[in-house]
């Protein structure tokens, strides 16, 4: 299969690309820049140089690579700039779903995130809306992500042409991979990263959070599974499907094993969460085959500051 990686040099991406490649597809990844294009290269696929907000630039790309599956891997977190980040999830994503529409592509599958869910009781489904009413600052955040998964999920309403390739059988399909919060190499999660860093009483991303012990769950995902899911996620129906480890924790449980891993202090215990922190339930990914290498943060955090 041929396969396009948009964003190949991401903490996803650079780990995508060479399973795609020993998976035995034709892989093309894209980077913003030569460097980026030549790392690509290096892992044994073909690497050019794409920028998702430049439109007639990114439609030549993906014509010329003429991609039976794309896959969006696509973030702009180095800078921790919450706008530029919402603006690559708006304008970059429909960039490049018009570009796979126009390339005949069979397959969008899309990085999202798994803490966009409304407010509720237990590890949300896929079934429940996203918050969409939440107050700011959240409601940029979510507004992004919903816009991100109607182009994704649009594109799946099989009124496409499909690629004539089989997949899909014949008509376009949208997969949607709400991620957990991803830590493993190249993450905020990492050694010397921005969480590590945080917790050491250096600034952080101002939408970090506060890194509080207190009452807030999330769920988390290591990046290795997170691309494995990509890979699987060539064969998957569409929809959106939560791809987290099994054990969302409240902060007060799982910072504690993070600080230790990393080696710096851990916050003080508290108390307090809001509404939609309540983690993701990972049962429909697994119901497809999926398995998470780390199926928890307990063993994935040491394991990844090791």
């Known amino acids: 299969m041929r396969v396009l990686v948009a964003g190949a040099t991401g903490a996803v991406g ?34 050019v140089r794409a920028d998702a907000l430049d439109r007639a630039g990114l439609h030549r790309v993906v014509a010329e690579a003429a991609p039976d599956a794309v896959v969006h891997q696509l973030t702009d977190l180095a ?29 969008v599958i899309a990085q999202s995130i798994s803490w966009a869910y409304a407010p509720g009781t237990g590890p949300a489904e896929e079934g429940e809306p996203l918050d969409i009413g939440a107050e700011p600052p959240r409601s940029g955040m979510v507004a992004a992500v919903a816009e ?17 390739t089989g997949i899909g059988n014949g008509a376009d399909i949208g997969v ?16 010397g990263g921005a969480v590590a860093a945080a917790l050491a009483g250096e600034p952080g991303p101002p939408f970090l959070g506060s ?4 009452d807030a769950v999330g769920s988390f995902v290591h990046v290795e599974d997170a691309a494995a899911a990509a890979v699987a996620a060539l064969d998957w129906p569409a929809g959106p499907v939560n791809v ?26 508290a108390s307090g969460a809001a509404g939609w922190q309540r983690g993701a339930s ?7 085959g999926w398995r998470p290498r780390w199926p928890s943060w307990r063993t994935g955090f040491p394991a990844s500051a090791a």
């Open 176 to 191: 949607v991979l709400r991620y957990g919060m991803l830590y493993g190499p190249g993450t905020w999660y990492a050694p």
């Open 244 to 269: 987290v480890d099994d054990e969302p924790a409240a902060a007060r449980e799982w910072l504690p094993v993070l600080a230790g891993a990393l080696g710096v202090p851990a916050p003080a215990p």
């Open 79 to 107: 800078g921790a700039d919450g706008a530029a980040n919402a603006r690559l999830r708006r304008e970059g994503t429909r960039n490049l779903v018009d570009a796979a529409r126009a390339a005949g592509t069979g397959r």
């Open 14 to 47: 650079r780990l995508l690309v060479p399973m795609l490649v020993s998976a035995g597809h034709e892989v093309t990844g894209t980077s913003r820049s030569d460097a980026g294009a030549e790392r690509v290269r290096a892992l044994g696929a073909r690497g």
């Open 282 to 288: 990972n049962a429909l990914a697994r119901s497809r």
């Open 148 to 164: 991100l998964e109607e182009a994704v999920l649009g594109f799946g309403n099989g009124a496409g042409t499909g690629s004539g």
């Open 211 to 214: 890194l509080a012990a207190d």
